[in-house]
């Protein structure tokens, strides 16, 4: 059962034991929750403090008001409490179900319902024309292989509309590779949707694509961006109940696959050292850390270098769950945060695998350190391609 | 001007929370208590904000108790204010002031978490004596104000030992420091000034004689080595003459405790527990060491101790790789104690532990609860025994009985010659009668020190 079940849900809110874990710091991971960072350690908006708000919302004893709404929206569902919760409470989930209810009660907030509505009419949330989604693909990317396809490559809203050259990497690496993919008519995988609580909106788009998919007849799905591979991966199943007839693979996942089997030769090239950001919906929602990791090390020439707080203590960059849409200016504050902690490594080059950090995480380093540069591994791979 | 209006001048508009929703979160700690709504809560940035707040409620016409809250971790509802009035939330205090590499003190501000300590002295090779299996999330301010205690206590004492000086907030708004900071110019080094210990007044004053806005704590270098030795015995009364028997030697134990062994055997089926643990005692215990070779005989002797009490050898795995390994996450605690478990913290005389034990499980059948039960050696002179009980606030029946347990726990073990280490509100008269004079003078310190009655005084018993 589904923690959006009303059982499943209270049994969530009951078991928290206010221990503060989900909320302080520890010795390895200096900031658990960025919200309760980000505010001045605010208890409202910690997940702690959260989950006894929801206890009595969901109890009907409190009525949602736009302060109340705020402490569940402020918070870029990074899953960080989830991984430190002594009694394993699926928090993201239950801030996922409240922040449900509370635009079920009209008290979401504007800006998600706007995107919301793009997503609608665009099929995207960036207001953007449905028709221009491939509008990126230089002419000598387009072939593909139309015929017998293995792979369709699901391109993602950031990366068709904001972070394009993630896209064309991605497609260089599919062709030097020989790999039979295709582009497929898609449309938002739904993930800003079921991160601020329209999950309807969100189930619909999920059936669209995976009937989409299911047309193209592919049975693996790359996707070079890791809010699209959580949303495909985690939530299509729990959404539609049933086990998808295809493969999601991430493109940090293929590279490191690609490299392995010796698909792709790459080129030397200057000398720098590279640290790594781990996306949460890549990392601590679906445990991809090591393929990254794999491809970076195995680029000649570069120097992977680990941040103190990677894996599942990695900080979120604060791009995802509403939370850049809804609170720009704290998302990027939450950026720099994450670039500050690249600062004592000498690191030429902060790597991510995930459009939509690369994009946030640009914004923090402008805000502190212009000489760092932000890349995608799939930009540091087609770089080098021979 | 209004209080609410006068409150959000002094600490900024949104540092001033009235919303509903908002009391809800302030309303409890980590302990079995009822949530009780505060009317505001306050976050102060500065030692100057807080004077502001003190001087203003002096000369306001109405009353509103101050109720000082740091991280309200605990389990014993030291965090749940006793009647509406202000909390005054102190989380936004937590920067370090200094670290003095002279005198080897630092001096932190209360909010300030032992993890976030922690690192940062780490950094530099240092630790302070003692902290609380709570290092996560609780903040240094309020182990002080409740007398914390916790690992590495048997070595240097109790959080109170650690402190050179405080600054406090006296009710009326003036600022205290203790200690040799006292003077001007002279460094933080000792709590020792002239005349009685005026620390001592405020380390477990719960908050209810002034604000403790600064602690000065001393520092230690990092341990040199280490050993892990875990033991399994048949029953208590042996585990406790081995643990007794180390009380008595030249042993530095970081960590000493005593488990049933069959909530191990369950949580950590990769160890080897040997013939004992299932119906048994596990005795784990961290070693600390000048060198490797004295941490090695240290141990030797221990070992020693524990087989000739019929111990069993468990080798030093469970110690190492999962206790101590997992130190800051609560290792054994956090997987023991999963679901809300209500705690009661007694410190017994050694020899008394298992009278304690047994007197446990005796009222748990009256009740028909199961009370876990498990004790530490947190000192050379006695032991921190600490029942648990499972508890769920889906069911308020258990909720209500569990609580009437844990309170039969209280009387009784009083009863045994124990000391309650936290007393909920009100004692029966049987049994204040019994250090009425101790009750007199604290009642008659809260009259001079803060004759208002402005710090709400329901957390110390008799106040």
Redesign the interface.
Known sequence: MHISEPEVLTEALYKCGRCSYCRGCNVETPIICPAYELTDKLETVSPKGRLQVARRLFEGSIQPSKELSEAFFLCPLCGDCKDKCIEGIDTTEVFEAIRGLLVEKNAGIDIHSKFTESVIENNNPYFEPHEKRLAWLPKHLKTGNPITPEYAYFVGCTSAYRRQPIAVATTEILHKANVKFTFMNEVCCGSPLLRTGHKEIATKLAIKNIETIAKSGVKKIITSCAGCYRTLKLDYPTLLERELPFEIIHSAELLAELIKDGRLELSDGEQMKVTYHDPCHLGRHAGVYDPPRDVLKSIPDIKFVEMSENRNNALCCGAGGGFRAGYKDLSIDLAALRVSQVKNLDAEILASSCPFCHYNLELGRDKIDKNLKVADITELIAKRLL | MDIRSFLKEIVGEQ?V?T????K???S???SIELPVLPDYIV?P?TVEEIQKILEYLNSAQYKLPIHIRC???AYWGGGVPNKGGIIL?L??M?KIIEINEDTLCVTVEP?I?F??L??AL?QKGYRIGERPE?A???CVGGHVASMGAGLGQYIFGNQGDQVTGLKVVLPDGKLLTTGSGALENTPKFTKWMFGPDLSGLFIGSEGVLGVIVEVTLKLYPLPRAMAFATFAFNNIEDTIETVHQIQKGPFSIQYLSCFEGASFVRTYPQVDWGSKTEHGIVLTIVIEGRSKEDATIQKEEITQEALRHSGEDLGEVFARDIFWKNR???AVT?TLR????TIILFRVPTKKIPLFWEETRTIGEQFDLKIGRSCQARSRHFISYHPSIRY???NPEIWEKVKECKNALYLRFIELGGLPCRLPGQLPKSITHKFKNYLLFLRRLKTCIDPKNIFSSSKIVGL
């Open positions: 540092y929370l919303e509903d929703f908002e809800i979160v302030y409890r700690d980590a976050r940035r991280s309200s971790t939330d989380s936004r937590n909010g978490t993890s976030e922690f690192r780490e709570s996560y999330s609780a800051y996450e609560w956090r999963k679901g809300l478990r769920s606030e889906k």
